[in-house]
């Protein structure tokens, strides 16, 4: 049984792991920001914690004794430079110290898609390997820099650090490039459990995407820290190809990547162009 510190504790995929990371046997302690509950607390395996992520005495104190931290707060969306910079950079800055501080030896942090988000899907190390960052937004530039940190705190602090560059969470692919994209949540646990026990140190970039017959990139940066997917969106297909057209993406990060879509603002937010 281990203890392992969420943070960002009442989004969307910290609540999609909570149950499975207790039915793995494992004791949590789930961090999110003041004011924000997190719901449904079980006493008897989780702790809840008050914490912005950029208050790193109150994280430290928070990853006391934990095996691993796995850090999911962020703005997951685009935003204002000012608030990415301060949530999503030096938010992981101090989730990164703070975990040293713990004397935390592992660290999964929350990339995603969008800090490489144009490369073109078909560049040959998305295929085989993992393209440098290209991000695409703030937002991607931001989790560029989480994974710059990670690679500096396994370097300096010879910390065990995985970077997910997650793609498309969600309970079932929600439309046609979720049938490339989609992770699952069972995937998402299996991605925990494998940072946790994996024998492999230092620091590494790996996909965050299930086994889908669609992908279009390489699970073998994941399966070298013994991440090995199983869900393939290819089984809710024809529910899928129902929500929309199915013409893919050229470049990895979709609509972010459009010229169309305003630097700074959330998706869905005001757009230039038709
Ligand atoms: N959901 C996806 O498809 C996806 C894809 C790629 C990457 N990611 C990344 O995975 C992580 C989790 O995604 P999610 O969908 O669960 O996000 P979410 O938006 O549902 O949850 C983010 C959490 O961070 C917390 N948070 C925000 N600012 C904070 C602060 N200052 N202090 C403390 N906590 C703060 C929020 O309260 C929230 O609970 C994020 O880092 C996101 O960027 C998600």
Redesign the pocket.
């Known amino acids: 049984m281990a203890l392992i510190a969420l ?8 609540t999609a792991l909570r149950p499975r990371l207790r039915a793995a046997g494992h004791r949590l302690v789930l ?3 003041p004011g ?1 509950a997190v719901p449904d607390v079980d006493p008897a395996t989780e702790r809840a914690v008050e ?4 208050d790193v005495d109150a994280q430290a104190e928070a990853f006391a004794g934990a095996d691993l931290v796995v850090h ?6 685009e935003r204002p430079w000012p608030e990415i910079l301060a ?1 999503n950079i030096d ?1 992981t800055r101090a989730v990164c110290e703070a975990a040293r501080l713990a004397g935390v030896g592992r660290l999964l942090l ?5 800090a490489a988000g144009y490369v073109p899907v078909d560049a040959p190390l998305v295929r085989d390997g993992m393209p440098l960052p290209a991000p695409d937004t703030y ?1 991607g530039v931001s ?1 560029a820099a989480l994974e710059a940190l990670g690679g500096l705190y396994a370097g300096r602090f010879a910390m065990t650090v995985v970077s997910a560059r ?5 309970d079932r692919p929600g439309g046609p490039r979720s049938l490339q994209s989609w ?1 699952s949540g069972d995937d998402m646990a299996r991605l925990v459990l494998a940072t946790l026990t994996t024998r492999a140190t230092g620091h590494h970039v790996v996909w ?1 995407v299930s086994r889908n017959t669609r992908r279009v990139v390489d699970l073998a940066p994941g399966l070298a820290i013994g991440f090995d997917p199983q869900d393939d969106a290819e089984a809710h297909a024809s529910d899928a190809e129902r929500r929309g057209p199915s013409r893919p993406p050229g470049l990895l990060g979709g609509g972010f990547a459009d010229a169309a879509y305003v630097l700074g603002e959330p998706h869905g937010g005001t757009r230039t162009g038709s």
């Open positions: 943070t960002g504790a009442s989004g969307r995929i910290a961090c999110d920001a924000v914490s912005d992520l950029r999911l707060g962020a703005f997951s969306d949530v938010g929350a990339s995603s898609v969008h937002y989790k997650i793609m498309t969470f969600d992770l965050g």
